[in-house]
């Protein structure tokens, strides 16, 4: 019964290679999210949908194509990967109002060699 | 631009030490959380305290969003305490911008 959930946790992939992450979340939020953490351990924002509409899209690589079939889920498909693609990518979800914060999943470690 | 700053960077102590963790941002904001990422990476959510004060156990927060800093006191630490302490917050609109973060080892 987790909260958030993403898959897999580890993806190691060659350079070129298209990969997904998967993202489920049962708590009944509105709102979803992806972070990236880079090797120094920064937090920053990529995407955000809420009910299933794109309303944060920061400087990413177009590469980066974000999908949500519902507002349950919010997948990450990344084209053509590049070695400095290689980083731990969270998925969040919260209310729209809030009201009690962001929960995260448990984070997928990337690494494109 | 925006700016969430946390001090101390790196923080070492004993087990059983007491410490304050601190948080200072650039504008108002209307939301502020606090999370721990342990050893394994995992972010968990500490406190979602927008102002005043919360406890939870050897963990408290305060919030002085008027004076815009936050403080997350550590009691009677333990080894299980130690990882990367990360205050976010949000001033308007639907994202939190984090803070730098700061390590902490609780060594036995």
């Known amino acids: 019964d987790t909260a958030v959930s993403q898959t897999p946790k580890y993806l190691v992939t060659q350079m070129g290679n298209d990969k997904s992450i998967k993202c489920e979340q049962n708590?009944?939020?509105?709102?979803m999210y992806w972070y990236k953490q880079d090797s120094k351990k920064f937090l920053k924002i990529m995407f955000s949908?809420?009910?299933?509409?794109?309303?944060i899209n920061e400087t990413v690589p177009n590469r980066f194509s974000p999908k949500s079939p519902d507002k349950a889920h919010l997948n990450l498909h990344i084209n053509s990967l590049e070695l400095g693609d290689s980083a731990v990518y969270f998925c969040?979800?919260?209310?729209?109002?809030?009201?009690?914060?962001?929960?995260f999943g448990s984070g997928t470690r990337l690494t494109v060699v | 631009g925006i700016q969430v700053e946390q001090s101390p960077p790196d923080l070492i102590l004993q087990e059983g030490a007491n410490s304050t963790l601190r948080c200072n941002f650039s504008?108002?904001?209307?939301?502020l959380q606090w999370f721990h990422q342990n050893p394994w990476g995992q972010l968990i959510n500490l406190f979602y305290i927008p102002s005043g004060t919360k406890q939870n156990g050897r963990l408290s927060a305060t919030t002085v969003a008027t004076e815009r800093y936050s403080l997350l006191y550590i009691s009677s630490s333990q080894t299980t305490d130690s990882g990367v302490y990360f205050c976010?917050?949000?001033?308007?609109?639907?994202?939190?911008?984090f803070g730098t973060g700061t390590s902490l080892t609780v060594i036995p």
């Open positions: 504008d108002s904001v209307n939301n």
């Open positions: 969040a979800s919260s209310h729209s109002g809030f009201y009690d914060g962001y929960t």
């Open positions: 976010a917050v949000s001033f308007t609109g639907n994202q939190f911008y």
């Open positions: 708590l009944g939020h509105d709102t």
């Open positions: 949908y809420n009910n299933k509409e794109l309303i």
